[in-house]
């Protein structure tokens, strides 16, 4: 069975806008150890959306891969996701 992984993006950089590659991820607000509840955000069939916990808004760039974004330093690389990079 294919394994899916959920992206997890987070706004250390403090940028006003995080593009990303897919329509549903995490968000972390922070890397930990400062992240907020991870929120699964699904913009459905819109191309943005806020998170509730940080009010980082998320726009989607059809142009990225998923589980990328512009900036590339907005994705986490955690222990769950280090595996599928």
């Not at 998320?58 to 990225?64: C, I, P, S, T, V």
């Not at 891969?65 to 900036?71: N, Q, R, S, V």
Request: some cysteine.
């Amino acid at each position: 069975m294919a394994e899916k992984t959920v992206p997890h993006f987070h706004n250390d950089p403090g940028v006003a806008v995080i593009h990303v590659g897919a329509r549903e991820f995490m968000c972390i607000g922070a890397t930990p150890p400062f992240d907020h509840p991870h929120v699964f955000l699904d913009m459905g069939d819109e191309d943005e959306i806020i998170c509730p916990y940080c009010s980082t808004l998320y726009r989607y760039k059809a142009e990225l891969k998923p589980g990328t974004a512009e900036p590339a330093a907005c994705l986490w690389q955690g222990p769950s996701n280090a595996a599928a990079a």
